[in-house]
């Protein structure tokens, strides 16, 4: 059964850090890239970012470049998502994806194919 399971959410002040797990389990890890997307309340969804199969690329929304970065270890099956530097606007639902892309050669912030049920980070100001 493909599952993705969130961890690491919560409050946190203006200009604190939190780091994300993603638990991935159910299919091939490195087959597919996977990505952190958000959604606050009344919005819609964001990408934040992206890692390939391999860990060889990444991508970062213009709004947390430089604030955030993204790993993963395929052999614990765990991807994990530092967020430092954290803003009011910050704050959101943050979904870990995946995306199929078994070339590992590319990965994206506009859409993907799994989605785990997400984590609720708050950044209070």
């Known amino acids: 059964q493909f599952e993705l399971v969130e961890s690491g959410g919560g409050l946190v002040q203006f200009g604190g850090s939190l780091r994300l797990s993603c638990a991935a389990s159910g299919f091939k890890v490195d087959d597919y890239a996977i990505g952190w997307f958000r959604q606050a309340p009344g919005k819609d969804l964001e990408g934040v970012s992206c890692?390939?199969?391999?860990?060889?690329?990444?991508e970062f929304a213009d709004s947390v470049k430089g604030r955030f970065t993204i790993s993963r270890n395929n052999a614990k099956r765990t991807i994990h998502l530092q967020m430092n530097s954290l803003l009011p606007e910050d704050t959101a639902v943050y979904y870990c994806?995946?995306?199929?892309?078994?070339?590992?050669?590319?990965?994206?912030?506009?859409?993907?194919?799994?989605r785990g049920p997400g984590t609720q980070v708050t950044v209070s100001s």
């Open positions: 890692i390939t199969g391999t860990g060889s690329m990444t």
């Open positions: 994806t995946a995306l199929y892309d078994p070339s590992s050669s590319s990965c994206t912030l506009s859409y993907f194919d799994h």
